[in-house]
C-alpha cells in the first residue's frame, strides 16, 4: 500500500511503528528514481546502504536557507512522519527539531532527512514519562515520542519560570535515542523568552546550554560529560564577573544557573549526572537558596548549599568521589537485553576507523581503505552541463572523503583542506579580517610562522594585530576592540612554552564584542579536543603533525560551525588554488585511521618524559600542561579531555647545555615540527620561532636555552636513556648525579 503511494515497486514492508516492522527495498535504481516520499526505518546496517543512493540536495535546502525549498523540504518531512504514524504533534515538533540539526551539521540518531523525506533509524518511539521533582506538578504522556515530550518540558519549564524565577524539569524516559543534534533546538525556546536553559540529554551524556542575549541566543552544546561543561563555563564566568553589566548577557547569571545545576546534581537523588532535565533560570534571579533546599531535602545530605564557586568545585569533587566509590549494589548497570541496549556515540578512536559520515564521494567497489582519484580533470555529463566535480583544484573525491570525515570528527558543518596548515590559518584570517583596518587579536606565545603572517603578511595588507597574554583575560578583554576586532586567535596549549588558555572564556568574549573566534588545535587534535565544541567559529589543524603523523606530507585542514563562513573559506582557497592535492589527501585519509593509537602512546611517553626532566638538576622548568602544578592544569584537562598531549619544553638556564643536550641525543630527531611517530627535538628560538625577531623573542618571555621535544611512540624507557646518556657528560663535568627513576 505505502510502496503504491510513493510509486515505489511492491518490495518491501509498510512500517508501523506499534508493529516495529522495517520498511526497505532491495533495487538501489528504485530509490533512486522516486521523486515523491520516500520513507524509509531499515536497519542500522542497511541504513548506510540506501542513504548514499538518495541525493543530498536536502542539505543544501536547508543550509542555503531559502524559505520555498523550506518548506518543501517540511512537507515532505511531514508527510513521511504521518505515514510512520506519528501524530500531527508529534510532526510538527521532529520535523522543526530535525531540521535544526541538520542547519547544524549535528544529527539526531533518530531520523535524517533525504531527498524526499526521512530516514528513521532506532527506536524513537519508545514509551516515555514525564515528572517534576516532588516540589512541582506532575505530567504524564505514555507512548508519546521523546521530541513530544522534551517539547512539553520546555514549554512547561518556561511558564513556570516565568512566574517563579526559576524551574527544574525531571524527564524520566525509556526511550534509548539521543536526541544530540536537536538539544539547541529546545533550549533556544526558552531562551528566545528571556530564559537562561539547560538541556541534558543522559543517555548520550551531552548538554545544551542556550544564554538570552541582546540579539540570538548564544547556544553551547557539550561533547562530553555534564560536569566538564558546567565547570568550563562556570569557570568563564567566574573571570568574567568583573566585566561590566552593559554585556550582551550577565556572566553572574550564567555562572548562577551552572551552580545551580550542579549542585543538584550533588545533593539530591532525584537528579543524577545521567538524567533527561529542563533548567530555566530568569537572568535577573539572584538567590535560589530555596529551591536548592527543596531539593537537598529530598536526599540525606546537607539541607543547604553556598553558591560560591569553590563550594562548587568542592561539590562536584565529592560527586565524583561518590561515583567513582560507589559500591556495586548502587552502580550495578541493568542487565543488557533487546528493549534495554543503551545506544551511545562512536568514540573518536572507532570514528576513525570506520567514518560515520556520509559523503557525497562514494567508493562503487566498497575497499575496505578510501580510493585514490589521482586526476586532474573529470568528464563531465555535457556541453552545457557539469557533473560534481570537473578541475581537482576546485574539488576531487578523495579531498572530499578527507573533509568530510574531519568535518564529522570535529562537529562541523563543513571542513576544507589547504596544502599546508599556514595556508589554512591565512585563509581563516581573510575570512575574519579581509579588509583594511580591520583589527586581530593573537596572543604573545604563538608558533612562529602564524608571528610571521600576522606581523608581516596581514600587516600589510593594512590589518593591525594586537599581541596579548592570553592567560590573562582583563588584557585581552583591554585588547579587543568592539566593532573593530574581528578575530580573535587561540593557540593552546602555546607553542612552545606549552601555556594553557581558556577556550570558553575567550570565545565568550570575543562574541560580545561580535569578533569571530579561531583555536589552532595542532597540538591537541581532535582526539583530545574539540574546540567548536567549545563555542569557536573556525579551529585550525595542521594535519602535517599528528593526521598524517608520518612525516611525509603537508597539509592544513580548517572546520567550520556555519556554512557561510565556510563557503567564504572555500572560495579563497579555489580562487588562489590552495586545495590539497589527492594523493596527500590519500595520506592524510590513510594517517586518521591510526591517529588516536598514535596520540595516546605520544601522550603517555610524554608524561614519562616530563616526569623524569623535572627531578633533573639541569632542568630548572619543564611547561607540560599534564603537570599538575601547571599553571593552567586544570583548565587544560576540562578542556582536552583529560590528556596532557605529548608536547613538552624545558629550560635548562645555560643556552650551551642546552644545545649539547640536543645534539647528543641518539633516538630524537633535532627537526622542525611536532606530531610524528618519531621523537623530536629542537631550539624553538633557533628553528621553529627563528622568524621571530631576538628582541621581540626577548619581550614575550621566549629564552634561547628552551628545548621543545614531540614524544613519538618509540617505547618510553629508551627515550628516557637516550635523554640520560645526552645529560651525562655535562652532569659528570658538574659533579651532579642523574634522578633516581622509580
Known amino acids: ?29 528504485a530509490i533512486k528514481s522516486a521523486k515523491q516520499i520516500i520513507t524509509f526505518a531499515p536497519s542500522q546496517n542497511s541504513m548506510e546502504l540506501y542513504r548514499p543512493l538518495v541525493c543530498q540536495s536536502v542539505k543544501n535546502k536547508i543550509c542555503n536557507g531559502i524559505s520555498n525549498k523550506i518548506d518543501i523540504v517540511d512537507s515532505y518531512c511531514k508527510s513521511s512522519l504521518q505515514l510512520l504514524d506519528y501524530t500531527a504533534e508529534e510532526v510538527q515538533v521532529i520535523t522543526q527539531a530535525i531540521t535544526y540539526a541538520e542547519r547544524k551539521g549535528v544529527k539526531d540518531e533518530g531520523f535524517a532527512l533525504l531527498e524526499d523525506g526521512v530516514l528513521k533509524g532506532g527506536n524513537s518511539s519508545s514509551s516515555v514519562s514525564f515528572t517534576e521533582s516532588p516540589q512541582f506538578d506532575t505530567i504524564s504522556s505514555n507512548g508519546a515520542s521523546l521530541y513530544l515530550l522534551l517539547q512539553k518540558a520546555i514549554t512547561n519549564a518556561t511558564t513556570k519560570a516565568k512566574q517563579s524565577g526559576s524551574s527544574l524539569v525531571i524527564v524520566n524516559s525509556t526511550s534509548n535515542d539521543s536526541l544530540i543534534g536537536s538539544l539547541g533546538f529546545f533550549a533556544e525556546q526558552a531562551a528566545n523568552e ?22 540570538s541566543p548564544l547556544t553551547l552544546t557539550s561533547p562530553s560529560c555534564l560536569e566538564s561543561l558546567l565547570l568550563s563555563v562556570v569557570s568563564s564566568s567566574s573571570s568574567s564577573s568583573s566585566s561590566s553589566s552593559s554585556s550582551s548577557f550577565l556572566p553572574a547569571s550564567l555562572s548562577l544557573a551552572l551552580r545551580l545545576a550542579t549542585s543538584l546534581l550533588s545533593t539530591t537523588s532525584i537528579l543524577q549526572p545521567s538524567s533527561r532535565f529542563v533548567l530555566t533560570v530568569k537572568p535577573q534571579i539572584g538567590s535560589h537558596q530555596a529551591l536548592l533546599a527543596a531539593a537537598a531535602s529530598a536526599s540525606s545530605n546537607e539541607s543547604s548549599v553556598s553558591l560560591d564557586n569553590d563550594a562548587l568545585l568542592k561539590a562536584l569533587k565529592a560527586l565524583r568521589k561518590k561515583q567513582s566509590r560507589a559500591s556495586p549494589s548502587t552502580c550495578k548497570a541493568p542487565e543488557r537485553t533487546a528493549s534495554t541496549k543503551v545506544k551511545k556515540e562512536l568514540s573518536v578512536a572507532t570514528k576513525l576507523v570506520h567514518p560515520s559520515y556520509n559523503s557525497k564521494a562514494v567508493d562503487p567497489y566498497g575497499g575496505s581503505m578510501p580510493p585514490l582519484w589521482q586526476t586532474a580533470t573529470f568528464a563531465q555529463p555535457g556541453a552545457t552541463t557539469f557533473g560534481e566535480y570537473d578541475y581537482t583544484r576546485s574539488g576531487n573525491p578523495t579531498r572530499t572523503l578527507l573533509e568530510d570525515q574531519f568535518a564529522a570528527l570535529e562537529g562541523a558543518v563543513r571542513a576544507l583542506s589547504f596544502t599546508s596548515g599556514m595556508a589554512a590559518l591565512a585563509a581563516a584570517c581573510r575570512c575574519a579580517a579581509g579588509a583594511a583596518g580591520d583589527h586581530i587579536v593573537a596572543g604573545d606565545d604563538i608558533y612562529g610562522g602564524t608571528s610571521r603572517l600576522l606581523s608581516q603578511s596581514l600587516f600589510k595588507s593594512g590589518i593591525a594585530v594586537t599581541n596579548v597574554d592570553m592567560t590573562n583575560l582583563d588584557k585581552v578583554r583591554a585588547a579587543i576592540i568592539p566593532g573593530k576586532t574581528k578575530l580573535v586567535l587561540i593557540e593552546t596549549p602555546t607553542n612552545p612554552r606549552m601555556q594553557v588558555l581558556d577556550i570558553v572564556a575567550l570565545c565568550a568574549m570575543a562574541k560580545e564584542a561580535g569578533a569571530l573566534t579561531c583555536v589552532d588545535n595542532s597540538i591537541m587534535a581532535p582526539v583530545f579536543q574539540r574546540p567548536l565544541d567549545l ?55 590513510r594517517g586518521l585511521k591510526t591517529m588516536a593509537l598514535r596520540m595516546e602512546r605520544s601522550a603517555e611517553n610524554c608524561a614519562k618524559l616530563a616526569n623524569y626532566l623535572v627531578q633533573h638538576p639541569l632542568v630548572q622548568k619543564v611547561n607540560y600542561a599534564g603537570l599538575r602544578n601547571h599553571p593552567g ?44 611517530v618519531n621523537s623530536l627535538i629542537s631550539l624553538p628560538c633557533y628553528m621553529s620561532h627563528a622568524s621571530i625577531p631576538a628582541e621581540v623573542r626577548a619581550a614575550r618571555g621566549l629564552p634561547d636555552d628552551l628545548v621543545r621535544i614531540s614524544a613519538g611512540i618509540e617505547d618510553a624507557e629508551d627515550l628516557i636513556d637516550d635523554l640520560e646518556q645526552a645529560f651525562a657528560p655535562i652532569l659528570a663535568a658538574r659533579g651532579l648525579q642523574s634522578p633516581k627513576r622509580g
Open 1 to 29: 500500500q505505502i510502496a503504491t503511494q510513493v510509486k515505489l515497486p511492491t518490495r518491501g514492508t509498510r512500517h508501523s511503528r506499534a508493529a516495529g516492522n522495517s520498511f526497505s527495498y532491495t533495487t538501489a535504481p
Open 194 to 215: 528571556g530564559l537562561i536553559t539547560l538541556v541534558s540529554d543522559g543517555p548520550s551524556n551531552r548538554l545544551a546550554l542556550s544564554v538570552p542575549t541582546t540579539s
Open 535 to 589: 563555542g569557536a567559529d573556525i579551529c585550525m589543524t595542521s594535519g602535517t603533525k599528528f593526521v598524517g603523523g608520518h612525516g611525509d606530507v603537508t597539509l592544513g585542514l580548517l572546520t567550520f560551525k556555519d556554512l557561510d563562513l565556510a563557503k567564504k573559506a572555500y572560495f579563497i582557497q579555489n580562487a588562489e588554488g590552495a586545495g590539497l592535492a589527492p594523493f596527500d589527501c590519500w595520506l592524510a585519509l
Open 633 to 676: 592544569h586544570e583548565i587544560h584537562m576540562r578542556q582536552s579531555g583529560g590528556s596532557g598531549g605529548s608536547l613538552l619544553s624545558f629550560t635548562t638556564g645555560d643556552l650551551e647545555v642546552s644545545k649539547a643536550v640536543v645534539e647528543k641525543t641518539k633516538l630524537f630527531k633535532v627537526t622542525v615540527s611536532f606530531g610524528n
